[in-house]
């Protein structure tokens, strides 16, 4: 079981009235002295595509039927158009950004966590120091559901928790998330392999990137 330390948690969805400082001094010394610093990919939640029917469906009993078809729709896009979980491109970029800041050198572990919670899957990756796990937490092309609406917005949302694993304490964690402003209809989304698609995700995994290092007080 993974504990939290509750004074050194930072969460938030990137919101920039805060104090950009997160990683409290004496944490940064910690990691630093450790000299590695293991990067791990949590399994991701399911890629959402969310047709206007679908989208009507919510709030009433059928609303579960919907989640599972909108949850299908999204394997058949990863399939059919390649879409990749944005946290493999978002990893080593917070990594980077690490590296910078406490001059650890960062291992980038080949494999998907199921349960970050679980501590003794992170004790397999190293059995101390600190496993810093990045999860896609939410993505999809979303409806509203009002006035029988055929556009669609793409929304992410990603969580990265930095675990000490000698106790299992989280000792920093940090969310970001984004939601385009234009809503556009679902099959121009899906036009030229869904390159818009793909121009948005890559744009949310720059944004977080930039959030999340800004923060900690070092570039991206």
Known sequence: MVAVLLPALALSACSGTRSREMLRADLA???RERKTLHIARARPA????WTP???LMLGGFAA???QARAVKWGAEWARDYGL???AIALAPRL?????EYTGVTVVNVDRVVNDPGNLAVLRQITGSGHVLVVRTHDWRLHQDGTAFSSRAKFKYMFDVRLVRVDDGTIVWRERCGRTGT????LDRWEQDNAALLKSNIARAVDYCAEEIV???GFKP
């Open 29 to 31: 010394n910690d990691i």
């Open 46 to 49: 399911d890629l959402e595509i």
């Open 53 to 55: 029917s679908l989208a």
């Open 64 to 66: 579960p039927a919907a």
């Open 84 to 86: 990749e979980d944005p």
């Open 95 to 99: 990594g980077a950004g690490f590296a």
């Open 182 to 185: 234009n809503e556009t209809p």
């Open 214 to 216: 800004r923060y900690l």
